[in-house]
Each structure stands twice: as structure tokens, then as C-alpha cells.
């Protein structure tokens, strides 16, 4: 059970994210933006940060989109 304890900022949220999940943050005109790897990898993503800190994936990000595959 999570225990709120008042608003968390978007930039530790982020700092979370980025730490236990493979994924990059893009910044477009001062907004974070998601890239993630895989459909299951953003599951995840979602996942944790509704259950840790009560907020949409796109509360918190701008947009997410999946990684380009490397040519």
C-alpha cells in the first residue's frame, strides 16, 4: 500500500523512473518526453509510477514513444 504524503515533484518522479527502468527522457521545448523500448517495458513504467506516487504515465510526461530500433 502506498502512503501519499503530499504532491511529489515531476522531476523526482522522473529521476525514479529513469533509474529503475531502461528508458531515456527527451526534452522537447522544456517538456519531458518518454522513450521507452518495449510495449511491456511502458506497461511497467505506467504501472509503477500510478502505484508509487498516484499519477497517469501522462500526467508526468509530455508523451511517450517507443525506441527506434538501432540500423
Known amino acids: 500500500m502506498t ?3 503530499g504532491p511529489v515533484e515531476q ?3 522522473i529521476e525514479r523512473v529513469q533509474a529503475l527502468f531502461q ?4 526534452w522537447s521545448e522544456g517538456r ?3 522513450e521507452y ?3 511491456e517495458e511502458l506497461d511497467k513504467i505506467s504501472e509503477y509510477v500510478k502505484a508509487n506516487f498516484e499519477n497517469e504515465l501522462l500526467d ?3 508523451t511517450a514513444v517507443e525506441s527506434l530500433p538501432i540500423e
Do not use: G, Q
Open 3 to 5: 502512503v501519499r504524503r
Open 11 to 13: 522531476d523526482y518522479i
Open 23 to 26: 528508458c531515456r527522457v527527451l
Open 32 to 34: 519531458p518526453c518518454l
Open 37 to 39: 523500448d518495449s510495449k
Open 60 to 62: 508526468v510526461f509530455f
